[in-house]
């Protein structure tokens, strides 16, 4: 069945850059409404950036305050993988990332997504 697969994060330095990448099998990506969360030990899973899908009558593109200007969100369909470029980075962006799929947009809410990667650690440290 579907499968959501994320790859590239690491260690950096804070003001470092990263580039994560979530590859999809079993879907078309340019059909469905993506978005990336994160999630640090004992917080709750945030809504980093969703973008909504290539047939949307909205164009939707949203980033947390939080990281508006540092990270962006994109897709290539041809490989059907959706990427995070992440710069910029700070401490307190470490968390476990995570891609996620819906056939709709809707939003920052994880509860309204359908598919999900394993996610990807990310660690911002000096």
């Known amino acids: 069945q579907a499968q959501l697969v994320e790859s590239g994060g690491g260690l950096v330095q804070p003001g470092g850059s990263l580039r994560l990448s979530c590859a999809a099998s079993e879907l078309t990506l340019d059909y469905y409404a993506l978005a990336w969360f994160r999630q640090a030990p004992g917080r709750a899973r945030e809504g980093v950036s969703c973008?909504?899908?290539?047939?949307?009558?909205?164009?939707?593109?949203y980033y947390a305050d939080s990281v508006k200007g540092r990270f962006t969100i994109s897709r290539d369909n041809a490989k059907n993988t959706v990427y995070l470029q992440m710069n910029s980075l700070k401490p307190e962006d470490t968390a476990v990332y995570s891609c996620?799929?819906?056939?709709?947009?809707?939003?920052?809410?994880?509860?309204?997504?359908?598919?999900w990667g394993q996610g990807t650690q990310v660690t911002v440290s000096s």
């Open positions: 973008l909504a899908s290539v047939a949307s009558r909205e164009g939707t593109t």
């Open positions: 996620a799929a819906s056939d709709r947009y809707v939003g920052d809410d994880p509860r309204r997504y359908d598919y």
